[in-house]
């Protein structure tokens, strides 16, 4: 499946720090140890409602995650997947009376293009279900053979006490994760599971629903295995970062790790688990249910700037959950000005300071909103007292550029845009 383009990223003078990110299974913050190669897995989307605004605070704690380590000097391997076959896509084509595929492959172009505009940094390889079958058949049958799978009516389970550190990444009670997977798309209740936590690997074909032909009969993947065989057939046995939002922690998150452990025999798959907080709107989390959804494709047609969406999602820590509000367009728009105009002087400060201020903090467990006060800083300075660094401009758009994201086009001093 193709990505989309990789936005242009300015050089920068030496070398970032090291990332220290919060790490959802021991519960701190922790340094990452990777090595010249990081390896990073995200989740990607069920394609049925892209791309609302906590997609977006999604996807941008990861683009900014790679930013840091590519600034650091690493290398990033980083695999996103698309859940292009699953019952929320089929419940949605019967309610629109539409193909499955058709909606699949128009919200994943829409996803494409949004990410695209917001400059998001696209996955070295982006992967969807459907063509990764055969990964997910073969490591079906690799569970088999590690007497990790038993059949209910010819659905194909994996038996979570064949992974014995099952629950160490949510750290959730035994009734808590049964009804967390009650409302994730899982069946705890099902008569004839072993136990009310053991996840769907194999569905067999139901009248009306897509299968495809596989030694268990014809059918279709469980949620959790499809992630598991395309980050094991991508990225190896053990990667570093493991991301999504805190609503894949449990059962998603869970099972796909037991997956991959009890198949490879390599613990731990992945090294560090980072979970993004949920947007809320109206009091409530972003979801589909609720219809309590802002799109980053409606607020570019109502003529939003991307830069001015992207500073909006970065006065948040990745760790905190916030309130979406109109207004918060507004301040970004006041600061995107400020930026504009401070970086289109002929001079100005200092800005070396400003580069360690915003590698630091970025370093930092992904701290966007002081990194972004930095900048203010910066900027004010600029404004109010000037400078007679006659490089710092050039070099402060290129922090803002590469560190952040932000493509600002400057303002010249006597008004004209650059």
């Known amino acids: 499946m193709q990505s989309w383009p990789a936005p242009a990223r300015s050089r920068l003078p030496g070398r970032g720090f090291p990332l220290r990110v919060f790490d959802t299974a021991t519960g701190s913050v922790r340094p990452l140890a990777a090595g010249p190669t990081a390896r990073m897995y995200v989740c990607g989307i069920t394609p049925y409602d892209a791309t609302h605004l906590g997609h977006a605070f999604t996807y941008l704690t990861y683009d900014l995650l790679a930013r840091v380590l590519l600034d650091a000097g690493h290398d990033v391997r980083y695999v996103q997947n698309v859940t292009d076959v699953d019952d929320p896509l089929f419940e949605r084509a019967r309610r629109d009376n539409q193909d499955w595929r058709e909606i699949a492959r128009n919200q994943i172009d829409l996803f494409r293009t949004d990410m695209a505009a917001l400059r998001i940094l696209p996955p070295t390889a982006y992967v969807g279900a459907v063509e990764s079958i055969p990964l997910v058949i073969e490591l079906i049958e690799k569970l088999h053979g590690r007497d990790a799978t038993y059949e209910v009516d010819r659905d194909i389970y994996f038996p979570i006490g064949a992974a014995p550190h099952f629950g160490e990444i949510s750290h959730l009670s035994h009734d808590m994760m049964v009804d967390r997977a009650a409302g994730n798309g899982g069946d705890p209740g099902r008569p004839g599971k072993r136990n009310p936590l053991d996840p769907l690997l194999w569905r067999a074909e139901r009248p009306g629903e ?141 800005t070396r300071p400003l580069l360690d201020d915003v590698r630091r903090h970025l370093a930092d467990d992904l701290d966007a909103p002081s990194a972004v006060a930095a900048v203010d800083r910066w900027a004010g300075a600029a404004l109010s007292t000037g400078g007679d660094d006659p490089q710092a401009p050039a070099l402060a758009h290129a922090i803002i550029d590469s560190l952040l994201g932000v493509d600002v086009e400057p303002i010249m001093a006597g008004g004209s845009s650059v």
Do not use: Y
């Not at 990225?235 to 970062?241: P, S, W």
């Open 210 to 350: 897509p299968a495809w032909p596989s030694p268990f009969g014809p059918g279709r993947p469980g949620w959790h295995i499809e992630c598991a065989a395309i980050a094991l057939a991508h990225l190896g046995e053990r990667i570093d970062i493991q991301g999504g939002g805190t609503d894949l922690m449990f059962p998603h998150h869970e099972c796909g790790v037991a997956h991959a452990e009890v198949a490879s025999g390599v613990r731990p798959f992945a090294r560090t688990h980072v979970h993004t907080a949920m947007v809320h709107l109206d009091g409530h989390k972003m979801s589909k249910s609720r219809g309590n959804l802002e799109f980053v494709s409606r607020l570019l047609v109502r003529g939003v700037p991307p830069a001015v969406i992207r500073i909006a999602l970065l006065g948040h820590r990745h760790t905190a959950e916030w309130e979406w509000a109109p207004s918060l367009l507004d301040l970004a728009r006041e600061r995107l000005a400020r930026w504009q105009a401070a970086i289109g002087h002929e001079r100005g400060p200092d």
